[in-house]
């Protein structure tokens, strides 16, 4: 960083008002830091878009499941199974 490596170059200047190479040094170790978590809260944010577009395909292919499998194989239950076929179709129900 330039205005570290400035004030470190007047450093015995700076020293009269109470700075020393620990502060410089501290406030150098602490951009870096800064630098990084800007880095990482972007990762972050990629990484969150994309779980979230996943899980999205992912519900999509376990409702077509249901839909299109589970949903045709329980038919065969709604006249002999009437109440299993009954709570079947009301836990099939999504409520938001």
């Known amino acids: 960083m330039a205005i570290t490596k400035i004030a470190l170059t007047n450093i015995e200047a700076l020293k009269g008002f109470g700075i020393s190479d620990?502060?410089?040094?501290?406030?150098e170790t602490s951009v870096d830091e800064f630098k990084h978590l800007i880095g990482s809260v972007r990762n972050i944010r990629i990484k969150r878009y994309a779980n979230i577009?996943?899980?999205d395909q992912l519900i999509n292919a376990g409702n077509s499941l249901l839909k299109n499998k589970m949903d045709k194989m329980m038919k065969v239950f709604e006249l002999t199974q009437p109440v299993f076929y009954?709570?079947?179709?009301?836990?099939?129900?999504?409520?938001d």
């Open 86 to 95: 009954d709570v079947y179709k009301r836990a099939r129900v999504i409520v």
């Open 53 to 55: 577009k996943e899980a």
């Open 22 to 27: 620990e502060m410089i040094t501290e406030i």
